[in-house]
C-alpha cells in the first residue's frame, strides 16, 4: 500500500428525515441507500465507500434519532450509539426548519464521550423564506456543542456539499484503504435489492403500512433471452404484520404490487445494469418488529 494513502471514517447522524440517506447517496455519487418521507426508512447502518485518488472516504448512515416503540426501534438507537463510537468524524444531519427536539439533544449529549470531531450541516437551506432563521439555529446548536464546523446545506440542491467534502478530506488520516478502491458499499447485493424494493413501498403505500413491512431475496438467477441479453430474474418477499395489510400492499387487481414492482424494477436495472425481470409475492408475519428471531432474519440485528 503506498505511504501516502489516508481514510476517514465518517458516520451521519440525526433526526428522523434530516436528509442522512439523501446525503450518504449525495456523497458517494450512487444511490446506495433507501430514501422516502416516512420516519425510520433506515432502520440498520449503511456503509457507503468513496475513493478519491489517496483518500479514501468511509460513510455511515444510520437510523433516525427516536424513542424506541419495538424491539427493532430498540435495535435501531443502539446502532446510532455504536456508530458514534470509533470513527473520525461524526456529521451531525439536523433540519434547519424544525426546532431542535430531546433526540437530537440527548443524541449531541452523547457525542461529548466521544473522541471524534464533529460537524453539523443545517440542511434543507432551500425551504427558508426567512434566512435570518439559520443563525438562530445555527446559535441554538453551537449553544449545545463545540462543533469542529457548521455548514448549511440543500442537499436536494447538492449546495454546500463541496464544502462538506473539503473539511473530510482536510481531516483524513494515513492509513490503508480498507475497502477496494472500486467498491461503492459493503451491503450485499440481496441486500441492495430488497432496500430498493422496501423503499418503492415506502414512498407508494399509506401511513399505516410502511412501518411493518420488511422484504427479503428469496431467489437469483441470471439467465439470457433468446437474442443473448443478460436477464437477472429476482423473486422478493414483502413481508408486513397484518392481514389487512397485505390487502393494501397488493392493493384492488393487484394493482399497488405492479406499481412497486414497476417502480423497483426501474430502480434495480439502473443500479445493476441489467435487464430485470422482478416477482413480488407478500406475506404476513404478525408482530416481526417484536421477534427478535425475525429482527435477525430480515438482517435487522
Request: glycine content about 6%.
Amino acid at each position: 500500500m503506498n505511504k501516502t494513502s489516508k481514510n476517514v471514517f465518517v458516520t451521519i447522524a440525526g433526526r428522523a428525515n434530516a436528509g442522512k440517506s439523501s446525503l450518504l447517496n449525495a456523497l458517494v455519487g450512487e444511490k446506495i441507500a433507501a430514501v422516502s418521507s416516512k420516519p425510520q426508512t433506515t432502520r440498520t447502518k449503511i456503509t457507503g465507500v468513496l475513493t478519491e485518488g489517496e483518500t479514501q472516504f468511509v460513510f455511515m448512515d444510520t437510523p433516525g434519532m427516536h424513542k424506541a416503540k419495538n424491539k427493532l426501534s430498540e435495535h435501531m438507537i443502539n446502532t446510532v450509539n455504536e456508530c458514534v463510537t470509533g470513527v473520525d468524524i461524526i456529521v451531525l444531519m439536523c433540519d434547519c426548519t424544525k426546532k431542535i427536539s430531546e433526540n437530537e439533544i440527548n443524541l449531541i449529549n452523547s457525542f461529548k464521550g466521544s473522541k471524534a470531531k464533529v460537524i453539523l450541516l443545517l440542511n434543507k437551506i432551500d425551504l427558508l423564506d426567512n434566512k435570518d432563521m439559520l443563525i438562530e439555529k445555527l446559535a441554538e446548536y453551537s449553544a449545545l456543542y463545540d462543533f469542529l464546523e457548521v455548514v448549511p446545506v440543500s442537499v436536494l440542491n447538492g449546495e454546500g456539499l463541496d464544502i462538506v467534502m473539503d473539511i473530510l478530506r482536510k481531516n483524513a488520516v494515513e492509513g490503508p484503504h480498507y475497502f477496494p478502491d472500486d467498491k461503492l458499499t459493503d451491503q450485499p447485493e440481496k441486500v441492495i435489492m430488497a432496500e430498493i424494493i422496501r423503499e418503492k413501498a415506502l414512498r407508494n403505500l399509506n401511513e399505516e403500512v410502511p412501518h411493518g413491512v420488511a422484504v427479503t431475496i428469496e431467489q437469483l438467477n441470471e439467465r439470457e433471452d433468446r437474442s443473448g441479453t443478460p436477464i437477472l430474474d429476482i423473486t422478493a418477499t414483502i413481508f408486513c404484520e397484518r392481514e389487512s395489510h397485505k390487502g393494501i400492499i397488493i392493493g384492488k387487481g393487484g394493482s399497488m404490487l405492479r406499481k412497486i414492482g414497476q417502480d423497483s424494477r426501474a430502480d434495480l436495472e439502473e443500479f445493476f445494469r441489467i435487464k430485470i425481470n422482478l416477482q413480488c409475492w407478500v406475506k404476513v408475519k404478525e408482530g416481526w418488529r417484536n421477534r427478535e428471531g425475525m429482527i435477525k432474519n430480515f438482517g435487522l440485528s
